[in-house]
């Protein structure tokens, strides 16, 4: 349980990998209910990975915006991400 707590705070703490608390149980129902106790303790890591993947250029805006204003729950998380991705292109120059 301690490493579920510390593992969701990092996540919440990170302005990139933010997500809604929401899609984070639905996520631990889903795949518990898929694997079983191996699959709530794999489900926050997973969704993090698929918002990490969702990040990349390779992912279109008409399919990576409308995901992520529900993984986030927040309509200007679009928004959000655009600029934090403008700037870190900037600043590796």
């Known amino acids: 349980a301690w490493g579920n707590v510390v593992e969701v705070t990092l996540i919440d703490s990170d302005v990139q990998m933010r997500m809604h608390p929401v899609c984070i149980l639905l996520s ?11 699959g709530m303790l794999l489900s926050v890591p997973f969704m993090a990975l698929v918002k990490l993947a969702l990040l990349g250029e390779s992912v279109p805006e008409a399919y990576r915006d409308p995901i992520l204003v529900i993984l986030e729950g927040d309509r200007q998380a679009p928004r959000r991400h655009k600029m934090h991705v403008s700037r870190t292109r900037f600043s590796s120059l």
């Open 28 to 38: 631990v129902a889903f795949f518990g209910s898929l694997w079983g106790p191996t």
